[in-house]
């Protein structure tokens, strides 16, 4: 059973992020804020549930969150400052567009840059722990996934509308075969050393 605040004194918003371990495609951030009454049987860590329930509960939140916000930084940028600050950044971007500023902010993971004065909790697996941060890591996890399924279409050689951008065997194979694209991290280790050498020994 997700908690549903951390304290009852303030607003809190819920922070996670999806796409950080892709290859190709931006960084998506989330930071949704809850009525501390929200409940939701579906409701859980995004990676632990069917898109379909994904999809279904992007709706409810949407229309039940007191605020929401859905933030990316694209894989240039990615590139040009690292995937951890583009993480940071993106959540950052998210809050500063949330219609009410939270007082506390829930973020999943260990790390987080400070968001100007707003004091934060960093909770390591806080998307099954939180119920405002598993609702963020949904939106974001949905709200990317439909922006490779997006650029699918575009480049269907990658398997992005299955793999969304993670290094799966098809991907890097594609790449192998077709070299890489334009949302492509070039920062990444795109194609393992095996790969490289023509032998396939990617176990994904």
């Given at each position: 059973?997700?908690?549903?605040?951390?304290?009852?004194?303030?607003?809190?918003?819920?922070?996670?992020?999806?796409?950080?371990?892709?290859?190709?495609?931006?960084?998506?951030a989330?930071?949704?804020?809850?009525?501390?009454?929200?409940?939701?049987?579906?409701?859980?860590?995004?990676k632990?549930?069917?898109?379909?329930?994904?999809?279904?509960?992007?709706?409810?939140?949407?229309?039940?969150?007191?605020?929401?916000?859905?933030?990316?930084?694209?894989?240039?940028?990615?590139?040009?400052?690292?995937?951890?600050k583009?993480?940071?950044k993106?959540m950052?971007k998210?809050?500063?567009?949330?219609?009410?500023?939270?007082?506390?902010?829930?973020?999943?993971?260990?790390r987080?840059?400070?968001?100007?004065?707003?004091?934060?909790?960093?909770?390591v697996?806080?998307?099954?722990?939180?119920?405002?941060?598993?609702?963020?890591?949904?939106?974001?996890?949905?709200?990317?996934?439909?922006?490779?399924?997006?650029?699918?279409?575009?480049?269907?050689?990658?398997?992005?509308?299955?793999?969304?951008?993670?290094?799966?065997?098809?991907h890097?194979?594609?790449?192998?075969?077709?070299?890489?694209?334009?949302?492509h991290?070039?920062?990444?280790?795109?194609?393992?050393?095996?790969?490289?050498?023509?032998?396939?020994?990617d176990?994904?």
């Amino acid at each position: 059973m997700l908690k549903s605040f951390f304290q009852k004194e303030m607003l809190e918003a819920g922070c996670d992020e999806a796409g950080r371990g892709c290859l190709a495609g931006p960084v998506f951030a989330a930071a949704v804020i809850l009525p501390k009454n929200f409940r939701h049987p579906l409701l859980n860590d995004s990676k632990q549930m069917k898109e379909g329930h994904r999809n279904e509960l992007r709706l409810i939140i949407e229309e039940k969150a007191i605020a929401y916000a859905v933030a990316s930084v694209c894989n240039v940028e990615i590139d040009e400052i690292n995937i951890l600050k583009a993480s940071f950044k993106a959540m950052h971007k998210a809050l500063a567009q949330l219609l009410m500023q939270p007082g506390l902010i829930l973020v999943d993971g260990n790390r987080f840059l400070p968001y100007g004065e707003t004091p934060h909790e960093c909770i390591v697996q806080g998307d099954g722990k939180y119920a405002s941060i598993a609702a963020a890591s949904i939106l974001a996890k949905t709200y990317r996934d439909e922006f490779m399924h997006q650029l699918h279409d575009q480049f269907p050689h990658y398997g992005w509308k299955v793999n969304k951008g993670y290094p799966t065997r098809q991907h890097r194979n594609a790449i192998r075969e077709h070299g890489d694209t334009p949302f492509h991290r070039k920062t990444f280790r795109l194609l393992p050393a095996q790969l490289e050498l023509g032998l396939d020994l990617d176990a994904e």
